[in-house]
């Protein structure tokens, strides 16, 4: 079974702290995702990387980096947090060749930004 | 660009009624087609995925799909919901990028 596994469950960090939260994936997948879960928005791509140290900009990467120093770990990273990024953060990952297959989610991080 | 509507935001049922959700995508290329479910504390799982072959899909827990193409739809339908089918519900679609886009979500509640 894939498992893909995120730091922490729940975060709460202040206004302007630089916050990290990881992500790992153990099934040797190319590809990995970073979303964000928002009442009645449903998810949607902050980032996503095709290899190591390659990343391309989802649909809101505004206020977000990530690095992808490894092949198993996709960090996103706030770097001066703000109080309208608390939300639920949510990695996946993906074989380069898709197939049949599909993304696999984490459990996500609940991030609370005061 | 690609989007994904989902009608109903919040759906409640009694045991044992029907269950359909309806799933519209804007693209108009060859698309994969997926319905992921989100259990009450639990991560994102995978409900069906359609690719190619026979439009009418069947995945876990009595769940199904038909994809009509001519409507760009994919609705998910129950013969008879369970309480444990209390959840949200996420349509999502993917073209020719490894993109997947999502639509709102729909929450179901069901009542015994």
């Known amino acids: 079974d894939v498992k893909v596994t995120q730091s922490s469950r729940y975060l709460v960090k202040r206004t302007g702290e630089k916050v990290f939260l990881e992500c790992v994936q153990d099934?040797?997948?190319?590809?990995m995702f970073w979303y964000r879960q928002d009442p009645g928005l449903g998810l949607r791509l902050i980032y996503f990387?095709?290899?190591?140290?390659?990343?391309e900009k989802g649909d809101i990467p505004e206020g977000y980096s990530v690095s992808r120093e490894k092949k198993e770990r996709f960090s996103l990273i706030l770097e001066s947090a703000s109080t309208n990024q608390t939300s639920m953060y949510l990695c996946?990952?993906?074989?380069?060749?898709?197939?049949?297959?599909?993304?696999?989610f984490g459990p996500g991080t609940r991030l609370t930004v005061l | 660009a690609q989007s994904v509507s989902q009608h109903n935001h919040h759906v409640i049922l009694s045991e044992a009624a029907s269950l359909e959700l309806g799933c519209n995508y804007s693209?108009?290329?060859?698309?994969?087609l997926f319905w992921y479910v989100q259990y009450p504390g639990q991560h994102l799982q995978l409900l069906l995925k359609?690719?190619?072959?026979?439009?009418l899909v069947k995945g876990i827990k009595g769940f199904e799909a038909e994809f009509i193409k001519s409507k760009f739809s994919f609705n998910l339908r129950k013969p008879s919901v369970q309480w444990s089918d209390t959840a949200e519900y996420f349509c999502?679609?993917?073209?020719?990028?490894?993109?997947?886009?999502f639509g709102t979500g729909t929450r179901l509640q069901v009542f015994p």
């Open positions: 996946a990952s993906r074989p380069r060749d898709r197939g049949t297959d599909t993304q696999y």
């Open positions: 099934m040797d997948h190319e590809n």
């Open positions: 990387s095709y290899d190591v140290k390659m990343k």
């Open positions: 693209y108009g290329g060859t698309v994969n």
């Open positions: 359609y690719f190619s072959g026979d439009p």
């Open positions: 999502a679609v993917e073209g020719n990028t490894d993109k997947l886009i």
